[in-house]
């Protein structure tokens, strides 16, 4: 079948509303740069959902690093994602221009040298992230076992996908399907959503991040829609196996064990944190201790946007007082966040 | 040998660093009266600015900090329509330095003037605390050739032509940053040849930018609002390379947002649309030019992606950090 046959039907489809949840941020901003809302009926509608692991890192989590960028001879070590999230009281932008130090990395291997290279500092490295980007973490806990690095500690805030789904799934009952992360899955594999799609009779497509892969995956779920039919169906089977990697999810064993853990606009999710083991506490700088619950910032609807209730648009703060520059939900801060894409997009 | 802060004292060692660095490298007329000002003549009405420099790594594949200096004023001046005469250079110098390190930049420099067809008619030299730091201010006359070329002067029906590809220079100095090994080099070069052909041949230029920082996409949302109409582009028009467009989906990226040193757009009449792009071509750093778009009536910019959908290409908010996941 061709591409353009494909966009046709999807763009001549007028039947009952059907919502589709994109969970990773990078299919989000992948919608925006192919145009595809252009290419399909306006009655498909494609929302966002907690895709982006900024977005739910709590403000507890973003004091803690404050604070020890605030420290003599101590040092924040972080994405540049993480830069302008507040905590509390403040940002770490804001702890950097007050003296505190803090140092963005673009690979998280580059702790490992910064550490080696000055002794005397105590290191914090901000860990956020989803399985994908947790067996790097489990690979500089390795590498600082083996090389005997012990001024430098992993602030962990790890979370997985699949408990936040089936949050979602249970929760939520007006989302008819689900396009499942393309990154997230290479790691846990196609069968990770297989009892979801079995107990809530939903479709989770895996795409790619090219614009054709989603067409052709919206494609098969409105397939699916229409034969009642919801299975896992794996359209990004160049990266994605079955069971996953098996070797960097042998990595996260290894290293880390589940825990019940806070999302920012959502709550707690159980057994929806990955975190060090106990052996391996000495790498540890607190991850252990979480934050608890929350409360968001006034008129803020970043919840509903991450549960798919309402798309970013539709809040009222959404480019009135709520821009990246100056944001004040926790969606708008991060370049994968759903109200920051929205924003630069639409 | 280090510099350290004797250099910048205006004693001994500042005359021997202008004398054995600068003097040696810039040699002209004009710069070696070692006049409190430098005395020029030029014809007609001048163009006028001034860039400082403050990369790091000071070296990277395709370029220093010295040739990014030169070229960033040289660039700026040609895009008013200006040849570009004179620049003077202020350098300020962090202790522990390395001469050899300014020697190479001022060396540069040189070269990149030459090729520019401008001189450094006058600098200053500071030295100041710090770790080996260079930074480096330039700024530059220009005699312009060609009036009324304005960012608000693009018209609906005009063409946009793009000199080559995109995010060359920012995918270089990350990948120096983050140590990732690849064969992208930045793309800093001088512009002042495409200029002068295009108005050699006789196109009526609208207007014309260099594309640095924010990118094209910022570059166009400029033009659009400063001249009150819509601008068009067209995806599959875009020149990436496909080492760029690999290294922008590893890191989450995009090349319509990311810095560059020696690219530039030239708005044009439709009708001469061709000429112009031939222009370009026919230039040492043009010959990889596209026509990427169109400007209609109407406000902001907008992408006809690959796919025929449509994108909405606002302003960079924020710096384009790369994602973590």
Same mark, same amino acid.
């Given at each position: 079948?061709?591409?353009?046959?494909?966009?046709?039907?999807?763009?001549?489809?007028?039947?009952?509303?059907?919502?589709?949840?994109?969970?990773?941020?990078? /299919?989000?901003?992948?919608?925006?740069?192919?145009?595809?809302?252009?290419?399909?009926?306006?009655?498909?509608?494609?929302?966002?959902?907690?895709?982006?692991?900024?977005?739910?890192?709590?403000?507890?989590?973003?004091?803690?690093?404050?604070?020890?960028?605030?420290?003599?001879?101590?040092?924040?070590?972080?994405?540049?994602?993480?830069?302008?999230?507040?905590?509390?009281?403040?940002?770490?932008?804001?702890?950097?221009?007050?003296?505190?130090?803090?140092?963005?990395?673009?690979?998280p291997?580059?702790?490992?040298?910064?550490?080696?290279? /000055?002794?005397?500092?105590?290191?914090?490295?901000?860990?956020?992230?989803?399985?994908?980007?947790?067996?790097?973490?489990?690979?500089?806990?390795?590498?600082?076992?083996?090389?005997? @690095?012990?001024?430098?500690?992993?602030?962990?805030?790890?979370?997985?996908?699949?408990?936040?789904?089936?949050?979602?799934?249970?929760?939520?009952?007006n989302?008819?399907?689900?396009?499942?992360?393309? /990154?997230?899955?290479?790691?846990?594999?196609?069968?990770?959503?297989?009892?979801?799609?079995?107990?809530?009779?939903?479709?989770?497509?895996?795409?790619?991040?090219?614009?054709?892969? @989603?067409?052709?995956?919206?494609?098969?779920?409105?397939?699916?829609?229409?034969?009642?039919?919801?299975?896992?169906?794996?359209?990004?089977?160049?990266?994605?196996?079955?069971?996953?990697?098996?070797?960097?999810?042998?990595?996260?064993?290894?290293?880390?064990?589940?825990?019940?853990?806070?999302?920012?606009?959502?709550?707690?999710?159980?057994?929806?944190?990955?975190?060090?083991?106990?052996?391996?506490?000495?790498?540890?700088?607190?991850?252990?201790?979480?934050?608890?619950?929350?409360?968001?910032?006034?008129?803020c609807?970043?919840?509903?946007? @991450?549960?798919?209730?309402?798309?970013?648009?539709?809040?009222?703060?959404?480019?009135?007082?709520?821009?990246?520059?100056?944001?004040?939900?926790?969606?708008?801060?991060?370049?994968?966040?759903?109200c920051?894409?929205?924003?630069?997009?639409? | 040998?280090?510099?350290?802060?004797?250099?910048?004292?205006?004693?001994?060692?500042?005359?021997?660093?202008?004398?054995?660095?600068?003097?040696?490298?810039?040699?002209?007329?004009?710069?070696?009266?070692?006049e409190?000002?430098?005395?020029?003549?030029?014809?007609?009405?001048?163009?006028?600015?001034?860039d400082?420099?403050?990369?790091?790594?000071?070296?990277?594949?395709g370029?220093?900090?010295?040739?990014?200096?030169?070229?960033?004023?040289?660039?700026?001046?040609?895009?008013?329509?200006?040849?570009?005469?004179y620049l003077?250079?202020?350098?300020?110098?962090?202790?522990?330095?390395?001469?050899?390190?300014?020697?190479?930049?001022?060396?540069?420099?040189?070269?990149?003037?030459?090729?520019a067809?401008?001189?450094i008619?006058?600098?200053?030299?500071?030295?100041?605390?710090?770790?080996?730091?260079?930074?480096?201010?330039?700024?530059?006359?220009?005699?312009?050739?060609?009036?009324?070329?304005?960012?608000?002067?693009?018209?609906?029906?005009?063409?946009?032509?793009?000199s080559?590809?995109?995010?060359?220079?920012?995918?270089?100095?990350?990948?120096h940053?983050?140590?990732?090994?690849?064969?992208?080099?930045?793309?800093?070069?001088?512009?002042?040849?495409?200029?002068?052909?295009?108005?050699?041949?006789?196109?009526?230029?609208?207007?014309?930018?260099?594309?640095?920082?924010?990118?094209?996409?910022?570059?166009?949302?400029?033009?659009?609002?400063?001249?009150?109409?819509?601008v068009?582009?067209?995806?599959?028009?875009?020149?990436?390379?496909?080492?760029?467009?690999?290294?922008?989906?590893?890191?989450?990226l995009?090349?319509?947002?990311?810095?560059?040193?020696?690219?530039?757009?030239a708005?044009?009449?439709?009708?001469?649309?061709?000429?112009?792009?031939k222009?370009v071509?026919?230039?040492?750093?043009?010959?990889?030019?596209r026509?990427?778009?169109?400007?209609?009536?109407?406000n902001?910019?907008?992408?006809?992606?690959?796919?025929?959908?449509?994108?909405?290409?606002?302003?960079?908010?924020?710096?384009?950090?790369?994602?973590?996941?």
């Amino acid at each position: 079948m061709k591409i353009q046959e494909v966009i046709d039907e999807l763009k001549s489809y007028d039947g009952k509303p059907v919502k589709i949840m994109e969970v990773c941020g990078t /299919h989000t901003s992948s919608i925006f740069k192919n145009g595809i809302r252009s290419m399909i009926s306006p009655k498909i509608k494609l929302i966002s959902g907690p895709g982006c692991p900024v977005c739910v890192t709590s403000s507890a989590y973003i004091d803690r690093l404050t604070e020890f960028s605030l420290k003599e001879d101590h040092c924040v070590l972080t994405f540049g994602d993480m830069m302008k999230v507040k905590g509390s009281s403040m940002s770490l932008t804001e702890a950097k221009a007050a003296g505190g130090k803090v140092k963005i990395l673009y690979s998280p291997l580059m702790a490992l040298t910064e550490a080696r290279e /000055h002794k005397n500092i105590q290191y914090l490295f901000a860990a956020v992230g989803f399985e994908t980007t947790a067996p790097i973490y489990a690979l500089m806990m390795e590498e600082m076992k083996q090389k005997n @690095i012990t001024n430098l500690k992993l602030l962990t805030s790890v979370k997985t996908i699949v408990p936040a789904l089936s949050y979602i799934c249970e929760r939520e009952k007006n989302i008819d399907a689900f396009l499942s992360p393309g /990154h997230v899955s290479v790691i846990t594999g196609a069968d990770s959503y297989r009892e979801l799609a079995e107990k809530y009779r939903k479709p989770f497509v895996i795409a790619g991040f090219e614009g054709e892969h @989603i067409l052709a995956a919206v494609y098969e779920i409105m397939r699916q829609l229409k034969t009642g039919r919801y299975e896992v169906k794996n359209m990004y089977a160049t990266a994605v196996k079955e069971k996953g990697n098996e070797k960097a999810r042998a990595l996260l064993s290894e290293y880390f064990e589940q825990g019940d853990d806070f999302w920012r606009g959502i709550g707690i999710i159980e057994n929806s944190a990955l975190r060090p083991k106990k052996e391996y506490e000495i790498f540890d700088g607190g991850s252990r201790i979480e934050g608890m619950n929350e409360e968001m910032p006034k008129g803020c609807k970043c919840t509903d946007v @991450i549960l798919g209730r309402r798309n970013p648009a539709e809040c009222p703060l959404f480019k009135t007082v709520c821009t990246p520059l100056h944001a004040i939900g926790p969606c708008m801060v991060s370049s994968e966040g759903a109200c920051g894409i929205w924003y630069q997009n639409s | 040998m280090k510099i350290d802060m004797s250099y910048g004292s205006g004693g001994k060692q500042t005359g021997d660093l202008i004398n054995q660095v600068f003097l040696k490298h810039f040699n002209n007329k004009t710069l070696n009266r070692l006049e409190d000002a430098a005395v020029l003549s030029v014809e007609g009405k001048i163009a006028y600015t001034t860039d400082s420099f403050v990369v790091t790594p000071l070296f990277f594949r395709g370029g220093n900090i010295g040739k990014l200096a030169v070229c960033g004023t040289v660039n700026d001046l040609s895009m008013m329509g200006a040849v570009p005469k004179y620049l003077t250079a202020g350098f300020i110098i962090e202790e522990g330095t390395e001469l050899e390190t300014i020697e190479e930049i001022a060396r540069t420099m040189a070269l990149t003037a030459k090729e520019a067809g401008v001189r450094i008619v006058a600098g200053d030299t500071k030295v100041v605390d710090g770790n080996g730091g260079v930074f480096i201010n330039t700024s530059g006359i220009g005699e312009v050739m060609k009036g009324g070329i304005s960012i608000s002067h693009c018209k609906p029906g005009d063409a946009i032509i793009l000199s080559g590809n995109l995010g060359e220079h920012h995918a270089a100095i990350l990948s120096h940053r983050m140590g990732i090994e690849n064969q992208i080099a930045s793309d800093c070069a001088p512009l002042n040849s495409i200029v002068q052909n295009l108005l050699d041949s006789q196109i009526r230029v609208h207007c014309m930018r260099d594309v640095t920082r924010g990118g094209l996409a910022t570059v166009l949302n400029e033009a659009a609002e400063q001249s009150a109409c819509s601008v068009e582009i067209w995806e599959e028009a875009l020149p990436v390379s496909p080492e760029v467009k690999g290294f922008c989906g590893i890191l989450g990226l995009d090349p319509l947002y990311m810095a560059n040193e020696g690219k530039m757009i030239a708005v044009v009449p439709g009708n001469q649309a061709e000429k112009a792009l031939k222009a370009v071509q026919n230039s040492k750093y043009g010959t990889n030019a596209r026509i990427i778009g169109t400007v209609l009536e109407g406000n902001g910019v907008r992408m006809k992606t690959r796919l025929n959908g449509l994108r909405t290409i606002d302003l960079l908010y924020g710096e384009g950090l790369p994602r973590i996941c």
